[in-house]
């Protein structure tokens, strides 16, 4: 029906830099809010950053000024950009959208992807 596929995860040294990537495709009528959540080990899932349909977006406190998340409308597609990452950023990061499937009466739906895990270690 919809798939969320996430890409750019993987092993970097503190500091460093990584991009991820989330591509919505099925059978999407309007896509609301996207946004990236992680998991660490032990630990719940929690918000890293979400995005509205229009651009506006909400961070957690501990990515404040080094994550950005940006989206492409016309691609359906999500980022999170991680700069000056630190080991405690490693984890199963998540993409989640709102989505309004095709399918009548055009509800609103709740989506995840696989996950894609970032480590973060010198």
């Known amino acids: 029906q919809v798939q969320l596929v996430e890409s750019g995860g993987g092993l970097v040294q503190p500091g460093g830099s990584l991009r991820l990537s989330c591509a919505a495709s099925?059978?999407?009528?309007?896509?609301?809010?996207m946004g990236w959540y992680q998991q660490a080990p032990g630990k719940e899932r929690e918000l890293v950053a979400t995005?509205?349909?229009?651009?506006?977006?909400n961070y957690a406190d501990s990515v404040k000024g080094r994550f950005t998340i940006s989206r492409d409308n016309r691609r359906n597609t999500v980022y999170l950009q991680m700069n000056s990452l630190k080991p405690e950023d490693t984890a199963v990061y998540y993409c989640?959208?709102?989505?309004?499937?095709?399918?009548?009466?055009?509800?609103?739906?709740?989506?995840w992807g696989q996950g894609t895990q970032v480590t973060v270690s010198s």
């Open positions: 989640n959208a709102a989505i309004v499937i095709t399918t009548p009466p055009l509800q609103e739906h709740d989506f």
């Open positions: 099925g059978s999407i009528f309007k896509i609301n809010a």
């Open positions: 995005i509205t349909s229009g651009g506006s977006t």
